[in-house]
């Protein structure tokens, strides 16, 4: 039960981006023949906009990473004014103008990385709100400059010119961590993904996506073909087969408790069929009959469910690091299975002591 609400609570968590119409596919870059920044730009320049004019595509966009599988490189972070401060841990992606718009990431403050954001100009970068938070909460960042490096030249500070929306990067349950997005245009990258936002059922774009490809160079490969939302069902694959495995052993051992208990207090309650035609020929009202068996019933079944309560309480923190947003003692959680049994337990003796008091 715990782990059932546990991934029922995982699941509906937001990814941050909108996964309803989104494909996205992988393919790379030889390095032989595509040996410098200019031709890998280039290429992936002329793909996009093949793929912007395909029929029924809204936007399209590439990064080196996309949500859910993964930040990218990380490393460490100064900012300009701050000689003390080192930040660790930071995420990185290369992205091509689009990403945002085809993965459903809204602009907070600022703008998204634009054509004009090429080689030679000054590096810029867009920055998540999960960035803010964690290093400029007191002041806003738009405008402010960060490197990678503490002695880094003045031609390699990034100046910060947006703010974009998290989105998960490392799994549905993960929190999200200070990300920042680069120009590939500035930091051009053999490898991407191709994210396409469709109006028309993502499945039929595919042979057209696999055309473009080909076209503009027949020995790529198009691989890693998969929609936003198998990305986020993937995300919880491991969390999903642990719930349903435990879930089906959890339910094996709640349907053999509840005919443990039905069989039980059914074959008690029948032993005492002659006691309750004594009791009915002497003047006993069936109601008031009825009421005497399933209260000694509850009884005995009450003080096994505390028992049984008890157990699980003190068991259930062995798996208190498999839950997620669910404590080891959820009482909606224990209220069920509690529900669950007292409902055995009531058919149980409810059904054979009808059958008794029908005796003549």
């Given at each position: 039960?715990?782990?059932?609400?546990?991934?029922?609570?995982?699941?509906?968590?937001?990814?941050?981006?909108?996964?309803?119409?989104?494909?996205?596919?992988?393919?790379?870059?030889?390095?032989?023949?595509?040996?410098?920044?200019?031709?890998?730009?280039?290429?992936?320049?002329?793909?996009?906009?093949?793929?912007?004019?395909?029929?029924?595509?809204?936007?399209?966009?590439?990064?080196?990473?996309?949500?859910?599988?993964?930040?990218?490189?990380?490393?460490?972070?100064?900012?300009d004014g701050r000689p003390g401060f080192h930040g660790r841990e930071l995420g990185h992606k290369d992205i091509a103008p689009g990403y945002f718009p085809a993965m459903g990431l809204r602009i907070v403050r600022g703008r998204?990385?634009?054509?004009?954001?090429?080689?030679?100009?000054?590096?810029?970068?867009?920055?998540?709100?999960?960035?803010?938070?964690?290093?400029?909460?007191?002041?806003?960042?738009?405008?402010?400059?960060?490197?990678?490096?503490?002695?880094?030249?003045?031609?390699l500070w990034r100046t910060i010119v947006g703010i974009v929306s998290d989105e998960k990067q490392e799994g549905l349950g993960a929190a999200v961590l200070p990300q920042v997005y680069e120009s590939h245009r500035q930091n051009?990258?053999?490898?991407?993904?191709?994210?396409?936002?469709?109006?028309?059922?993502?499945?039929?774009?595919?042979?057209?996506?696999?055309?473009?490809?080909?076209?503009?160079?027949?020995?790529?490969?198009?691989?890693?073909?998969?929609?936003?939302?198998?990305?986020?069902?993937?995300?919880?694959?491991?969390?999903?087969?642990?719930?349903?495995?435990?879930?089906?052993?959890?339910?094996?051992?709640?349907?053999?408790?509840?005919?443990?208990?039905?069989?039980?207090?059914?074959?008690?309650?029948?032993?005492?069929?002659?006691?309750?035609?004594?009791?009915?020929?002497?003047?006993?009202?069936?109601?008031?009959?009825?009421?005497?068996?399933?209260?000694?019933?509850?009884?005995?079944?009450?003080?096994?469910?505390?028992?049984?309560?008890?157990?699980?309480?003190?068991?259930?923190?062995?798996?208190?690091?498999?839950?997620?947003?669910?404590?080891?003692?959820?009482?909606?959680?224990?209220?069920?299975?509690?529900?669950?049994?007292?409902?055995?337990?009531?058919?149980?003796?409810?059904?054979?002591?009808?059958?008794?008091?029908?005796?003549?």
């Amino acid at each position: 039960g715990l782990l059932l609400r546990s991934f029922e609570r995982l699941n509906s968590v937001p990814p941050g981006f909108d996964p309803n119409g989104v494909i996205a596919f992988q393919t790379v870059l030889p390095g032989a023949k595509y040996d410098d920044g200019p031709k890998t730009i280039q290429f992936w320049e002329s793909l996009l906009a093949r793929v912007r004019a395909l029929p029924g595509v809204q936007a399209a966009g590439a990064a080196t990473v996309i949500g859910l599988e993964g930040r990218g490189w990380t490393g460490d972070l100064f900012v300009d004014g701050r000689p003390g401060f080192h930040g660790r841990e930071l995420g990185h992606k290369d992205i091509a103008p689009g990403y945002f718009p085809a993965m459903g990431l809204r602009i907070v403050r600022g703008r998204d990385i634009a054509d004009t954001d090429i080689m030679g100009a000054p590096p810029v970068a867009v920055v998540n709100d999960a960035f803010v938070k964690a290093y400029f909460a007191d002041e806003d960042p738009v405008g402010k400059r960060i490197s990678y490096s503490r002695n880094a030249r003045p031609d390699l500070w990034r100046t910060i010119v947006g703010i974009v929306s998290d989105e998960k990067q490392e799994g549905l349950g993960a929190a999200v961590l200070p990300q920042v997005y680069e120009s590939h245009r500035q930091n051009p990258a053999s490898g991407m993904t191709i994210v396409v936002r469709a109006g028309v059922p993502e499945t039929s774009l595919v042979p057209s996506l696999r055309h473009e490809v080909r076209s503009m160079d027949p020995g790529l490969a198009v691989y890693n073909v998969r929609t936003l939302e198998e990305v986020v069902s993937t995300s919880v694959a491991r969390e999903r087969f642990t719930a349903g495995l435990v879930a089906l052993f959890a339910g094996l051992a709640l349907a053999i408790a509840s005919i443990g208990v039905y069989g039980v207090i059914a074959y008690s309650v029948s032993r005492r069929t002659r006691e309750i035609g004594v009791r009915v020929a002497l003047g006993a009202e069936r109601r008031g009959v009825l009421w005497l068996v399933t209260r000694e019933t509850l009884a005995l079944v009450g003080a096994g469910m505390l028992g049984g309560f008890i157990a699980a309480a003190a068991m259930s923190y062995a798996i208190r690091g498999m839950l997620f947003q669910v404590s080891p003692a959820d009482p909606l959680t224990y209220l069920a299975v509690i529900a669950v049994l007292a409902g055995v337990a009531l058919a149980a003796t409810y059904v054979p002591a009808r059958r008794a008091l029908a005796v003549d």
